[in-house]
């Protein structure tokens, strides 16, 4: 297995997504300069968090039409799995390889705190080492993380069961005391139609080791190496 992680000017959680999946889970990884035209030797593509381009205009808008990106479309298309977390499902959305919208926080602030996201479904590559309705505590560190989608997206996404995480309080409560950032259903992470491309504005990066706090994150990577045949996590 190989993993690449996507550098973009401005990405500042490229070497967290590195060491996890390199150093914690011994996976093979590369990261790839924006400016690359291939992703065609990787079985998992990271877009990870920052600030892409400066966030100018919107968040990915500029970063969507990297030379890059035509190469992971192309994936997405192959099956891939490709893996955006804050700023990387930014940048999936403005490709329009998930639906909807992140913009600003409701409270206009920005937001860096722990979270707890209740695991919505297990029948996808990032969730299946999950429990549904497990809670899972992950930080979250961004000013336009409201995920809004129109009411017709909305239905489709629970419909087929793309909503992978929400947020939730201690008991699994959906509440709006619950929701950082003002998110559509309290909306954490989705996926697309054929389940390859998840993106989810927590980190579960910076929650993969005990002395982090959290190793909640870990779920995510685990179920990775499942869907891929890795049996062991290293």
């Known amino acids: 297995m190989k993993a ?3 550098r973009f000017p401005g990405s500042n959680c490229d070497q967290d997504c590195f060491h996890v999946l390199n150093n914690v889970f011994g996976v093979e990884t590369h990261y790839v300069w924006h400016k690359e035209t291939s992703l065609d030797a990787f079985d998992l593509i990271v877009l990870p968090g920052g600030f892409s381009y400066g966030d ?3 968040c990915g808008a500029i970063a ?3 030379p890059v990106m035509k190469s992971l479309v192309e994936q ?3 099956g891939k799995l490709i893996l955006g977390i804050c700023n990387g499902f930014q940048i999936l959305c403005e490709a329009h390889l998930l639906p909807g919208a992140l913009v600003r ?3 206009m602030h920005f937001v860096c705190e722990h979270t707890l996201l209740r695991v919505e479904g297990v029948n996808s590559p990032f969730t299946n080492a999950a429990i549904t309705g497990q809670i899972l505590n992950l930080p979250v560190a961004h000013g336009e993380g409201n995920y809004t989608a129109d009411e017709a997206t909305l239905r489709e996404l629970n419909l087929n069961s793309r909503i992978l995480l929400r947020y939730a309080d201690a008991g699994g409560a959906i509440t709006a005391a619950a929701n950082p950032n003002g998110s559509a259903e309290n909306i954490a992470g989705i ?3 054929r389940r390859n491309v998840f993106g989810l504005m927590p980190h579960p990066e910076r929650a993969a080791e005990k002395i982090l706090g959290s190793e909640d994150g870990r779920v995510i990577f685990e179920s990775i190496l499942n869907t891929l045949g890795i049996s062991k996590a290293a």
């Open 56 to 58: 100018y205009l919107r």
């Open 76 to 78: 997405a298309e192959k």
């Open 4 to 6: 690449a992680v996507i």
């Open 64 to 66: 969507r039409f990297s």
């Open 191 to 193: 996926c697309n139609a």
């Open 105 to 107: 926080n409701q409270s």
